[in-house]
């Protein structure tokens, strides 16, 4: 008999806040956290743009001495874990330390760390590099931080599958919680992309929105929408075993009952025709939960303002819902945060556990033209109340990556 997995924490740091609780707030009143590209020479790129992460201080969660030797990446996830497991209320001691786990991924990694020390490297030569410049820059090391500050033993994880890296990681440490390896895992998407590079290259490859409004750049599924809005933060979440948490009289948002990963076997950045993949990832999920396709109120939409993504997901979902698909209800709330990268599964996942324990939907913002072959229920005329029993995650990303996390509402 599978083990059943409940969400008993929640961390974030995102363009609409440095803590969920912020985040939340601003995402039901449908508040935008894109504004003007002020960590770069905005000149530089046609994308005039970005949500970036706004008065954080890593100070509050670490040395500022240790700080030094993470990237910015990292600073978000340990917070962001900080957050999560101080919200579960877990205790990490030598009892159960070897069974709680982190599983943290992030799609780029150190970008930042690489660039300054190449820069360095390039005027000053090898010895003036940073002895911490490897472990600064590889991925991994959120999760490998992350465990080594809460003192969590047990299994420890990196997934980078790109934009589908934190749902693919939250989804991994769910089995790994299912099949009875941990009893509890530190899971979530990191990331800290805005840099010269990423978004040189972002730009080159035409994903970004050259719309120098902010209040309209990220627009998902709107007729005008020219290109994803890049962003940067962390989603952690506290995953446990049902049992384990119930003796602990942890509070519960909802329970993960599903997860589906595919992949598209197509090209390396546009998706599959259609959606193939993404609607594959959404059935899986759904039949993995036990679930029917009329089970599901909401989905949580990768919806990233792109033409190709917004239009094939929305034929993936009509694909696995069939009729059902104009009576559940879709958002994306990139519409707001932008698009983290390795971290928009994470804040997502959130997001979702939020709406389905609140009842309530969040919206799409911006969407104002309404493109004839989007034409399901986005939520955009603002949050409104509903019932969620079920509701779904995607996260799709290059390479043909796919991720779904099915999630309901708790019941003992």
Known sequence: MKRRVVVTGVGAVTPLGNNVETSWDNIKKGVSGVGPLT????????????????????????????????????????AAAKMAVEDAKLEINDDNANRVGVWIGSGIGGMETFESQYETFLNRGYRRVSPFFVPMMIPDMAAGQVSIYLGARGVNSCTVTACATGTNSIGDAFKVIQRGDADAMVTGGTEAPITKMSVAGFCANTALSTNPDPNTASRPFDANRDGFIIGEGAGIVVLEELE?????????????????????????????????????????????????????????????????????????????????????????????????????????????????KESILPPTINLETPDPECDLDYVSTGARPKEIRAALSNSLGFGGHNATLAFKKFEK
């Open 39 to 78: 960590r770069l020479n905005s000149d530089e790129y046609p994308a005039k743009v970005a949500a970036e992460v706004k008065d954080f201080s890593i100070a509050e969660y670490v040395d500022r001495k240790e700080a030094r030797k993470m990237d910015r990446f990292t600073h978000y996830a340990v």
């Open 244 to 356: 384990h948490a119930l003796a602990r009289g942890a509070n519960i948002y909802a329970e993960v009952v599903g997860y589906g990963s595919t992949g598209d076997a197509y090209h390396i950045t546009a998706p599959a025709p259609g959606g193939e993949g993404g609607a594959r990832a959404m059935k899986i999920a759904v039949e993995d939960g036990g679930l029917k396709p009329e089970d599901i109120d909401y989905i949580n939409a990768h919806g990233t303002s792109t033409p190709y993504n917004d239009k094939y997901e929305t034929m993936a979902i009509k694909e696995v819902f069939g009729d059902h698909a104009y009576d559940l209800a879709v958002s994306s709330t990139k519409s707001m945060t932008g698009h983290l990268l390795g971290a928009a599964g994470g804040i997502e996942a959130i997001f979702t556990v939020l709406a389905i």
